[in-house]
């Protein structure tokens, strides 16, 4: 149980254009989602906490305007990097709370984006 | 000081040792504690999860939490070289908060 499914899994574009990660839960109900970025060989960086039906929580020096979340339904968050820059290129992992605000974070498998 | 604190590493121990893992965190009102693991390239697999005071054992490893020390460790048994990975300890506070991740200790297993 608790299998979070993330897509797409790699994604390479173009220096100036937008791309969208999905995260969905795919047996269970999150209330909650998280997304990280992690650089090469340095730990995760939380990025905001989405919630269903409100707006994200941004984390301290993480742009809202360039990383657009959205938690519309208790399955699905979405990621939007717009105007990507090279400095975009990361792996986005995103993560889901299963029942309890303290229960163990389920990851999906990331996406490893590469902006040209 | 970091809220969650381990060290980086490398740690290298033969196949079939012991690996010790171990982490400190900084938030008193802590309540919950997990092990990750994490393959280059790879999104985290939980290992283990922690509550209350004492060992925790599921298969080869082993959680410790001792919260008055402020410590919380891993410990894998009987190595393997499939082990060689990174570890990444992470603490809750409950109530809303948001986990708070360890940089990580990278684990090598020699064959």
């Known amino acids: 149980g608790a299998v979070v499914s993330q897509h797409p899994s790699r994604v390479i574009c173009k220096s100036g254009t937008s791309v969208k990660i999905e995260c969905r839960s795919l047996?269970?109900?999150?209330?909650?989602m998280f997304w990280y970025r992690q650089f090469p060989k340095q730990s995760l960086m939380l990025m905001a906490t989405s919630n269903e039906g409100s707006k994200a929580t941004y984390e301290q020096g993480v742009e809202k305007d360039k990383f657009l979340i959205n938690h519309a339904s208790l399955t699905l968050s979405t990621l939007t990097v717009t105007s990507a820059h090279p400095e975009d290129s990361s792996f986005y992992i995103c993560?889901?709370?299963?029942?309890?605000?303290?229960?163990?974070?389920?990851f999906g498998n990331g996406t490893r984006l590469t902006v040209t | 000081q970091k809220e969650v604190e381990q060290n980086s590493g490398p740690l290298s121990v033969p196949e079939g040792a012991i690996a010790s893992l171990n982490c400190t965190y900084s938030d008193r009102g802590s309540q919950s504690f997990f092990w990750y693991r994490q393959y280059s390239g790879k999104s985290p697999e939980l290992i283990m999860f922690i509550y209350s005071n004492g060992d925790k054992e599921d298969g080869r490893f082993t959680a410790q939490l001792n919260k008055a020390s402020q410590y919380v460790s891993l410990l894998i048994r009987d190595s393997q070289p499939s082990d060689s990975a990174t570890y990444l300890c992470a603490v809750n506070r409950g109530g809303g908060f948001k986990t708070i991740f360890g940089a990580g200790t990278r684990l090598f297993v020699k064959a």
């Open positions: 993560s889901a709370i299963t029942l309890f605000d303290n229960s163990p974070l389920h």
């Open positions: 047996d269970f109900q999150a209330t909650t």
